[in-house]
């Protein structure tokens, strides 16, 4: 599909402001962290102090899937007094088709008292239903290991710190190209099962808290854009020498060698065709601290990508995505946990249940119709019913 | 009051920054599409050559292949040539066609729109798929365990593809093998759609085509052997009662309706257990794929032509929809390691051979190629 010039060209300049405004705001960032209120010592500490535990832009931000789509947030007092924070959160999946489990381990450091950076370390493991085509048997597989990596970093900031900067970078360390199946007729698993995305993603956004006599309410707003780097210059799976595809790059236009030859690409599409969407986050949380001993909480999330995301297709042959015939236009999270409050080691328990709309997928003549699946729909029901999250967190603190 | 200040100007920045960038978002400079390989040149012989091999000025011409570096399937449209700067034509396009896995022995549809083939995933495991010959067409299984599938048209013009589910037969196994069967699946001329089911057309495995009118299938890998459906004889070929069959391969069945009992296939190494009487002589001891032949059910042979000199021997032949042609592979080298080979179409009346790949352009031993001619 051609894109006008005039078209193009608005979108870079607007691109170029943001990028310029963008800048505008790390220096205000920089001159406001110098006159912030730093929380005093007794305070409720909500998780938005620290950057809270969590796969910001879930399935959307490279698919590496967390648990509840990735939505899972610790609201509670947490743990202060050391410099270096450590967060494990074990959960599991349970749904029709599939069952995950995620170790989730975040170690936080406080460069200053009001700002945070820390590394997010995700262990995957994970079992769903494949079937490449409908005509096909249904078979299980089993895939497992680290997922994306998460860089994170917080700043406090207000005269009561009730706002934070949220900032985080995702690296594709998670597989995103597992195949399965005999050595000539290779196939790539689905989205659901593959360890990442195969995407790097940045993410900004804001966070603001306030404190009533009974409760805290948290809010999130972040918006997510997946970009990709390639320090050889070269997508590996066109190397014909090495059972590669061999397409021809230098029959292609500009935009399609871009998927072949590249150093960067400013968009979130991967070496296998698939393009994970920018997409826009934002949350609502609520804790009731009435109790000293417990913090219980209640979240809404909800995610929604601002493109159609597209997939590989299954067969390790060919070059050929298509958008994604599963795709949600929308999805969110709704989350209840309670924290067992401890000044050294808080405990964590989550249970989230994931809703999100129901897919359109098209038909074989539709395939690569990205109207076909661009579809608002209302809540797929069955599949709420049927997914369930579980999770228990421990968090402590070190020097 | 300076922190104040700051802090809106903060928060005002943060606000915009994140409008801006979703407003890059929403205009998104960059919308996937669908990717469509581009036409790869080929340096072949030129359609003109080769319709001054086969004689017929009109006609189209197609030749397809695989290629095991990539695991495709490329379809050479002669029609399809370009006129060079010079006034030469140039070298044609092949477009490469989707498939899943390794593609083996495409082959072509009557009207030459369609393509059928198998991907062999194991020792034990082939599926057979056909599709629509173009860039952007998905294959259509037509079997999950299908292997060596062949089209083949009934009288009133239903387009159908014949397939068995065992690849390799052992030798001088087949009369007693069973479990197995050849089986006719209609199917769409148009899309390759499948029509209704299966019907079962044979209680053994035979991969080498059925014959114009229904009556007699083909079949080789190892055995050699003809099927008449009629009365549910089996002809066994390369075979004497005393001591057992010869391994064949590539058995390919006649596209013509007054010899739809001859076979075309591929010879081991040894003196074959074939009638030559029709032959101005026999070839005696072979070497392998030395010779191709083309044997009646009455294990007859009306045809023979050894390699080209310079080669070492014959692959992959195949009969093509014309009684008149056949095309196959030519090894190139003596060495196993050197898998280049060339593309001859065969000219059945004088054995005459075109080359229709060239020294810039050579095809791997695993290229099972099939050359269609336009039938008007």
Redesign the interface.
Known sequence: MERSGSKHEHGMMLCRTGAAALALMLLGLWVTARLAHAPAAGEFVSATRLMPWQNIGGCGAGGSGGLGGGNIKWIGRGVSGGILDIQAIAGVEISQTRRNYAFMHRFALKPTSSSSLALSVPVLSKTAQFQPQANLPSRTEVTGGIGDLLLDFSQTFGSIGQYSFLATLMFPTGQYDIKRGEETGRQYLSNILQLGGGVYAASIGLSYSRDFDKGILVADLLTTHPFVINFSGENSYNDETAGGWGYATDLMSDEEKRRFEYYFKPYGENDLGGYTAPSLYGAVYYGDKRNSRYVHSYGVTFNIPLQVNWIPNYSASVYDPIPDPDFWTWSGTLQYGVEFSNVEHPLYLVVAKQIHDRATPPGQDRRYSVEAVNTWNGPDWRDFAATWSFAVGIRTSAF | M???F??N???A??????A????????????????I????TVPLTSRDMIRDFIGLSHHRFKLAFT?K????IYVVDFSSMEIGRGGEAAAPKAYRI?????PDSPLFSPDGSLITYF????AT?Q?AYVQVIDETS?PV?VA?QGTDPHFWQDSAGNLFVVYSDKFQVPLNALPGLSGYATYRQRIDPATGALIGNRETIADRPYNGGLSRSGRYLCTGYSDGAFYDRENGLLHRINYDQASGGMQICNPSISPDSAHEDWMLFLPFAGTQKLDFSAMASSPGMITMHEYLFVVDRENTVRWQRPHPSGYSQWQDPEWSNDFNFMVALAKVASNESDTRHDCFLIRRLDQGLLRLTTDDFRLDDSATPAFWISPD
């Open positions: 300076a922190a104040s700051c802090k100007l903060f928060l920045a943060v606000a915009g920054s994140m801006l960038l979703l407003s890059c978002d929403m205009n998104l400079p960059y919308r996937p599409t669908q990717f390989p581009p036409r790869v290629k570096a990539d695991q495709s989707k498939n899943s896995g390794m991907v062999r995933s194991s495991t599926r998905d299984l999950d």
